[in-house]
């Protein structure tokens, strides 16, 4: 078993201490007071030790739609659950993880959350920055299906890639939007499953 040093600890601490504060921020405030200055007031840390640990808010921000999801997902053990899926069940099981997680994070964070100006929802740009982040699963499980035949020729698989990421962040929008008025997961469902059973091959 690995364990983690003192100085390991109190970096994840630190890091914790400024999620936190930034949640806080974006419940009671909204996007608007999220800047590095009211971070570090309320996490009560200096500059010095927010640029140490990210390096800029978008860094971030990132933090809570790839490292707190893919601490979520192993929570819940999501690659043993869908380990013997269909490659669309996979993709579905993905994003209904993440509307899972939303609801865990709560409405109020996600409400300021899913703001026009937080880029780090772009996933062209985050998959030009960090390559190997965790929101390539779903690409991951196009590529195999189109190795193994199951999906109509000429499919540029990035392309699909970020349709996928646009309908998912479309019903996590309309979710905030309608203050949770509806189940994520069902809303999902009605609109990804056709669009994936649209690419794929059918049986002659």
């Not at 690995?2 to 601490?13: A, F, G, M, S, V």
């Not at 026009?116 to 929802?121: A, E, I, M, V």
Request: some cysteine; overall charge neutral; hydrophobic content about 40%.
């Amino acid at each position: 078993m690995d364990l983690n040093t003192p100085k390991q600890l109190k970096t994840l601490e630190t890091k914790e201490k400024i999620y936190e504060a930034a949640g806080k921020i974006l419940k009671k405030e909204g996007f608007a007071y999220l800047t590095i200055s009211n971070i570090c007031k309320v996490a009560g840390v200096s500059n010095g030790t927010f640029f140490y640990h990210f390096k800029t808010k978008d860094d971030l921000l990132s933090y809570y739609i790839f490292d707190k999801f893919a601490e979520y997902r192993s929570k819940i053990q999501f690659d043993k659950a869908v380990e013997n899926l269909s490659f669309d069940r996979k993709i579905l099981g993905y994003y209904s993880a993440w509307t899972d997680y939303m609801n865990e994070v709560g409405i109020d964070f996600f409400s300021s959350f899913y703001n026009t100006k937080n880029y780090s929802l772009d996933v062209r740009l985050f998959n030009n920055r960090f390559p190997k982040n965790v929101w390539n699963f779903p690409l991951t499980c196009l590529e195999n299906a189109g190795a193994a035949g199951l999906l109509k020729d000429g499919l540029v698989l990035s392309h699909c890639a970020e349709v996928l990421a646009t309908i998912v962040k479309g019903v996590a929008f309309d979710w905030c939007l309608s203050n949770g008025a509806f189940n994520m997961r069902e809303r999902l469902s009605e609109v990804m499953l056709p669009y994936l059973e649209s690419i794929e091959k059918k049986p002659v």
